[in-house]
T-cell receptor, first 115, second 111 residues
Framework: QKEVEQNSGPLSVPEGAIASLNCTYSDRGSQSFFWYRQYSGKSPELIMSIYSNGDKEDGRFTAQLNKASQYVSLLIRDSQPSDSATYLCAVNGRGANGGYQKVTFGIGTKLQVIP | DAGVTQSPTHLIKTRGQQVTLRCSPKSGHDTVSWYQQALGQGPQFIFQYYEEEERQRGNFPDRFSGHQFPNYSSELNVNALWLGDSALYLC??????????FGPGTRLTVL
């Protein structure tokens, strides 16, 4: 079982729709969860972080966390063509020395917003 | 406020050579993590440095080594390069265990 799992996509949504990106993780002790956006040929850009169960909203973005189900999601409202990118889910996990300093990334979901 | 910087931007090496990549963290950050990202994959954790010590290491061979300097900047060294080391190498900085911010990356091509 992969530590962080995402569907690689592509996920295609029409402009103005809600894009829903999902991620599951294996380490129940994980405490920090992040969503990064990565445009082709560029480095990842942090867009959301979430640490407790529930929803966290920032502009058009909403991150949702359910630790019992080991599930984290990202909703993008009013999707724009400029949102077309790969979205990486990242989870802090237990490193070799037992501490939670290692951040593990999923493979990323490619989002395509169709004008 | 300068963000995370990396050098060089691109690099071409041949098999068996050695390479050194450099990273300067964002102002106020004390922790540097290095990642390798192959095409179509998520970033893979190489190691993390804090207070000039390697604090965590991912599943990478000893050919990958690093260093952190007193000013928190960091280097990644890769010895005995092989074709499979071709990738985008990313440096991320943070303040302790907080959110990580990435630099622009170094694209390494091994021929």
């Amino acid at each position: 079982q992969k530590e962080v799992e995402q569907n690689s996509g592509p996920l295609s949504v029409p402009e103005g729709a809600i894009a829903s990106l999902n991620c599951t993780y294996s380490d129940r002790g994980s405490q920090s969860f992040f969503w990064y956006r990565q445009y082709s040929g560029k480095s990842p850009e942090l867009i959301m972080s979430i640490y407790s169960n529930g929803d966290k909203e920032d502009g058009r973005f909403t991150a949702q966390l359910n630790k019992a189900s080991q599930y984290v999601s990202l909703l993008i409202r009013d999707s724009q063509p400029s949102d077309s990118a790969t979205y990486l889910c990242a989870v802090n996990g237990r490193g070799a020395n037992g501490g939670y300093q290692k951040v593990t990334f999923g493979i990323g979901t490619k989002l395509q917003v169709i004008p | 406020d300068a963000g995370v910087t990396q050098s060089p931007t691109h690099l071409i090496k041949t098999r068996g050579q050695q390479v050194t990549l450099r990273c300067s963290p964002k102002s106020g950050h004390d922790t540097v993590s290095w990642y390798q990202q192959a095409l179509g994959q998520g970033p893979q954790f190489i190691f993390q440095y804090y207070e000039e010590e390697e604090r965590q290491r991912g599943n990478f061979p000893d050919r990958f080594s690093g260093h952190q300097f007193p000013n928190y900047s960091s280097e990644l060294n890769v010895n005995a390069l092989w074709l499979g080391d071709s990738a985008l190498y990313l440096c991320a900085s943070s303040r302790g265990y907080n959110e990580q911010f990435f630099g622009p990356g170094t694209r390494l091509t091994v021929l």
